[in-house]
């Protein structure tokens, strides 16, 4: 894949906008959404500062989308209160969406119409039109390395290359905030690091960023701070290597669930919290060497990590053995 040019889009970018003033780009306080009579957002505060990469994280049917719909203006909120760039939503949703990026969780892009012809097509919402235009059109077929394809209906495109122009579409406006909504699922790994390296670019240029994801390392690898939602309600909030330190032991040790079953022949004697996942077990110590000492005499094969912001997810979502 041909990387796009250092400087694409740099020039008109809400960055300067953003730049403003202190206030968070984002306000939430007190959402709520209830579907059928169960509460599918359960009372979130929220404040993301201008510039800031947002990630939320959470299960499936967390309420991760509900929120972000709610923040979109595309959801009737039912309590509460959102404000994005200083102004309420739905009173200013006008105004908010034209300095507003959106990557949905599911495509819409238009079928009937070529690669070209969806940017031309969601431009003209904007009232974008003229030489600017064909620029930035050029520049964003760049970004998403879609040049060859311009001319492609979207139906013979590939699930990668849909997600890459969804990203470049949202861009059209110079967007001052970006709610991306599961980008990169679908995604192989190279087309992943590509879309990565976008995103980096719009963080370093001054761009709000909010992110879903179910790929922990990419959330740690991008975010600056993340919310794990579970059943509507945020549980934990902080930096990645934050959440790593207070909620999950800095070592865990793996080994097959064979291996677990003759470690752990007496749970009640367990040395260190373990956690079953599929086929292997999970056991998290500050003392990576004693439980090791324990395995190689027990004749136990086993390989040795540092805790990640997957295994904050799973204590704080799932539950071990202990629990
Ligand atoms: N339009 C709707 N009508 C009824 N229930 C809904 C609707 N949209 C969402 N829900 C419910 O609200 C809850 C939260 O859904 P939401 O799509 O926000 O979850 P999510 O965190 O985005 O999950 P995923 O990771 O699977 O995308 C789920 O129980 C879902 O079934
Ligand atoms: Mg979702």
Redo the contacts with the bound molecule.
Sequence with gaps: MTPPTANALADDTGAAAVAEGTRPAIDIQGLRKV??G?S?VDGIDLAIPSGEFFGLL??????????LRMLLGLTPIDAGSVRVLGMPIPEQEREIRARLGVVP?FDTLDPDFTVEENLLTYASYFGLSGPALTRRIEELLELANLETRRRARIDTLSGGMKRRLTLARALINGPEVVILD?PTTGLDPQARHHLWRQLRRLRERGVTLVL?T?YMEEAEELCDRVAIIDAGRIIACDSPRALIAEHVEPWVISLSAASARRFIADPATLPARMLEIADSWLIYTADPAAVRAELESAGLAHSTRAANLEDVFLRLTGHDLRE
């Excluded at 959470?58 to 929120?67: D, F, R």
Aim: glycine content about 16%.
């Design positions: 579907y059928n169960t599918a959470g299960p499936n049917g967390a309420g991760k989308t509900t929120t969780q599961e879903t179910h």
